[in-house]
């Protein structure tokens, strides 16, 4: 808890709100709630209870709705025709936080966008073991491993193609130096649209137990690779060449020295996008929203086929996820 909750009731507007009934306004730049919101915001760290800040009228909508803890709403003077929007969750019983108000210029000074929409939340991210990680009850899990991708813009549209096409859990590692960007710094938040305060993320795992992990309940891991094979490696295979249906894990690298060697090698597998002459590589966002379409093909087509012929899937014959070409 803030130590300011002198000035507001959780689910309730400030206690000295006016004849109005709006919450009074917070107009001191040392104000206790203010600081708060100024370093999960501007700072783009948790706060010391853990909670980091959202901003704008759509990523705090999507908090709202996230079932994530949330500590406080604050509108700017501005910003209180966001309101009437939000309302309709903010309003309801069980939202038991306070809501505040500040004045247009000190919002701006705690902002981290240059034209602020003048509403902002605090927000704890979803607690997630690697059971949450690793499991699925409506279908094999499908996971999204970032190893060293640095830009928090990259992380958060890899986020949010992950929850696009049906990824069940995310997980962020660091890889060799390469540490891989918060995913819910407030740059990260934005660029996942708010999909990394849906989605069950591990994030700051070690990379080489999460693989082990990985191995001991039978999750396939397929690795990225932007290497040229050597004599003895594994071939490397498009998307459409390996079997998505699968419990798999696909490993994302740094955007621009990939994954570690020993870690390619370990994998069970190793993916290239097929691309024209000339072009060396995609985007690493770019990259995975090729991949991660084909699995969201495979499993679509797959679950129409079981219910038109209303016979469940049965089991594989093999614990492989990789199917080779056919020969012709």
Not at 42 to 66: D, I, M
Not at 318 to 328: C, G, I, L, M, Y
């Amino acid at each position: 808890m803030l130590p300011s909750t002198e000035m507001a009731t959780p689910g309730k507007p400030a206690r000295n709100a006016g004849p109005s009934g709006a919450p009074a306004l917070l107009t001191s730049r040392d104000n206790r709630w203010l600081k708060e919101f100024r370093i999960a915001l501007r700072g783009g760290v948790p706060t010391e209870g853990g909670f980091v800040g959202v901003e704008g009228v759509r990523l705090v909508e999507e908090a709202l709705r996230s079932g994530c803890r949330i500590q406080g709403v604050l509108f700017s003077e501005s910003g209180e025709r966001h309101h009437q929007r939000l309302s309709s969750i903010i309003d309801r019983p069980e939202m038991a936080f306070p809501i505040l108000r500040t004045t247009d210029r000190l919002f701006e000074g705690l902002a981290d966008t240059e034209h602020p929409q003048g509403v902002a939340a605090l927000v704890h991210p979803r607690e997630t073991s690697f059971d949450d990680f690793a499991r699925s009850r409506l279908s094999a899990p499908l996971l999204v491993v970032l190893a060293g991708v640095q830009d928090p813009g990259n992380v958060g549209a890899i986020l949010r193609t992950a929850a696009a096409f049906g990824v069940t859990g995310a997980a962020t590692a660091a890889s060799g130096i390469s540490g891989t960007a918060n995913p819910f710094s407030p740059k990260a938040l934005r660029a996942s649209a708010g999909a990394a305060l849906h989605l069950p993320i591990l994030a700051g795992i070690s990379l080489s137990i999460l693989l082990a992990q990985l191995k001991v309940t039978g999750v396939r891991t397929l690795a990225s690779s932007v290497r040229e094979p050597r004599r003895g490696d594994q071939p490397l295979l498009a998307p459409w060449e390996v079997d998505w249906c699968q419990p798999v894990a696909l490993l994302v690298g740094n955007e621009g020295a990939g994954l570690p060697e020993e870690v390619e090698r370990g994998a069970d597998a190793r993916l290239r996008i097929p691309m024209a002459s000339g072009i060396d590589s995609l985007n690493a966002a770019a990259s995975v929203a090729v991949v991660l379409y084909e699995a969201a093909r495979q499993r679509n087509s797959a679950a129409a086929s079981s219910i038109q012929t209303s016979v469940p899937s049965q089991p594989s014959k093999t614990s492989d996820a990789v199917r080779p070409p056919k020969e012709t």
